[in-house]
């Protein structure tokens, strides 16, 4: 969570300035070994959000961008972003490994005090990912008490046809080193969810917040023989994290 940022005076003229503020912090994550799968893992999780004044910011979940517009509650940004490939270990270890991606995107935030609105689309320019994602996410924050805060909202992602070729299609060549059917997807996928989480203010700059969330897979990616046969299109995630504020 953010912090509430700061004013620097002078002596002679009240002046709102830019500043960093934010929080860093880390924990533990569980969720699929890859998009589609029925397994699960738990991994160390870095957590990071800062800004600079109402301009630049950074973080793990929209990346690091710039705001272009800013005006009322509307704001514009162009950023850099991070999409996950697949990995060939497992019940996937015959398929060709899919790299994770650097993407370049424009996301548009509306902020209307506990509702919070976000639309991004994107596109890989590194890895093994083509195509384009689009994502929207709704996002209601509410106080509770004096030292907690709670939010929950849904997620929404639609990608290409490319893109969901990259991540659920099986060329002939792995299907015959597998076993598991060829597949070639003929449209893009589209999957919805939802977030919640829960953040305790131990301190005022010390925090310990718990997320659970879920989404769903529809489409060609549901139909692919690697979330069919192997996973489930159905996708758990949880998480628990301590964070430090500035």
């Known amino acids: 969570m953010m912090g509430v940022i700061g004013l620097l005076a002078s002596a002679t003229v009240q002046a709102a300035q830019p500043q960093w503020e934010g929080s860093i912090g880390g924990g533990a994550a569980y969720w699929p070994k890859y998009t589609g799968s029925d397994e699960y893992r738990t991994t160390p999780w870095p957590t990071f959000d800062i800004t600079y004044g109402d301009t630049f910011f950074a973080s793990l979940q929209d990346g690091i961008g710039w705001n272009i517009v800013k005006q009322d509650k509307w704001r514009v940004a162009p950023f850099i972003g991070y999409a996950f490939g697949r990995d060939d270990r497992g019940d996937i270890d015959e398929l060709d490994k899919v790299d994770d991606s650097l993407t370049g995107g424009l996301r548009v935030?509306?902020?209307?005090?506990?509702?919070?609105?976000s639309a991004s689309a994107q596109t890989p320019f590194t890895g093994d990912l083509d195509g384009y994602r689009l994502r929207f996410k709704t996002d209601y924050v509410t106080r509770v008490g004096e030292r907690a805060a709670f939010t929950i909202g849904p997620r929404f992602t639609y990608?290409?046809?490319?893109?969901?070729?990259?991540?659920?299609?099986v060329s002939k060549r792995e299907s015959q080193r597998s076993g598991i059917d060829a597949y070639d997807p003929s449209g893009s996928y589209f999957s919805a969810g939802l977030d919640?989480?829960?953040?305790?203010?131990?301190?005022?700059q010390l925090s310990v917040t718990g997320l659970l969330g879920m989404t769903q897979l529809t489409g060609d990616a549901a139909d692919s023989p690697i979330v069919d046969d192997l996973g489930d299109s159905t996708q758990w995630r949880a998480g628990a994290f301590i964070n430090y504020h500035f």
């Open 109 to 117: 935030n509306y902020d209307d005090g506990h509702w919070r609105y």
């Open 196 to 204: 919640t989480t829960y953040s305790y203010y131990l301190t005022h």
């Open 159 to 169: 990608t290409s046809e490319r893109w969901a070729d990259d991540l659920f299609g």
